[in-house]
């Protein structure tokens, strides 16, 4: 067919193992966690169960590079408003750069990790937690 440009037998196993990957993740994507924010009021406070904050910052996760990162940090953004500002930010821009180059789509469907850059190690988010009236993301290293 004329303009259709056919898969390499190699192209088609890195989507599969792509796809085998995703359907296996456990990790909030940036629309689940949006969605379960929602819930909440802007000025609700939440932290990451590693006892840290986020700062504000994003990108390519290393281990992923599809995957989005989110900094954290000793002191910072600690409200449902701000962790949602940093997803809502991200989304608008629409992309990131690659950790060894290319362009990656960032939407509802790409999947969280927090971390530290350059690391590859990173903590995937799992799940948002109340305790004591304190919001919490557990997050947990990639096995």
């Known amino acids: 067919?004329?303009?259709?440009?056919?898969?390499?037998?190699?192209?088609?196993?890195?989507?599969?193992?792509?796809?085998?990957?995703?359907?296996s993740a456990s990790n909030f994507t940036i629309g689940s966690l949006l969605k379960r924010l929602?819930?909440?009021?802007?000025?609700?406070?939440?932290?990451?169960?590693?006892?840290?904050?986020?700062?504000?910052?994003?990108?390519?996760?290393?281990?992923?590079y599809e995957d989005m990162a989110l900094e954290f940090?000793?002191?910072g953004i600690n409200t449902v408003g701000g962790v949602k500002d940093i997803l809502i930010r991200a989304m608008e821009y629409g992309d990131m750069k690659?950790?060894?180059?290319?362009?990656?789509?960032?939407?509802?469907?790409t999947y969280l990790w927090v971390a530290h850059k350059p690391s590859s190690c990173g903590l995937a988010i799992l799940e948002l937690l109340e305790v004591n009236g304190t919001?919490?993301?557990v997050v947990k290293e990639e096995e």
């Open 1 to 23: 067919m004329a303009g259709l440009i056919e898969m390499s037998a190699f192209e088609r196993m890195k989507e599969t193992i792509d796809n085998v990957r995703k359907m």
């Open 38 to 64: 929602a819930k909440y009021s802007d000025d609700r406070v939440i932290c990451l169960s590693n006892e840290r904050e986020l700062s504000g910052q994003y990108y390519s996760y290393r281990g992923y």
């Open 73 to 75: 940090c000793e002191e």
């Open 98 to 109: 690659g950790y060894k180059g290319g362009e990656f789509p960032i939407t509802e469907d």
């Open 135 to 137: 919001l919490i993301l």
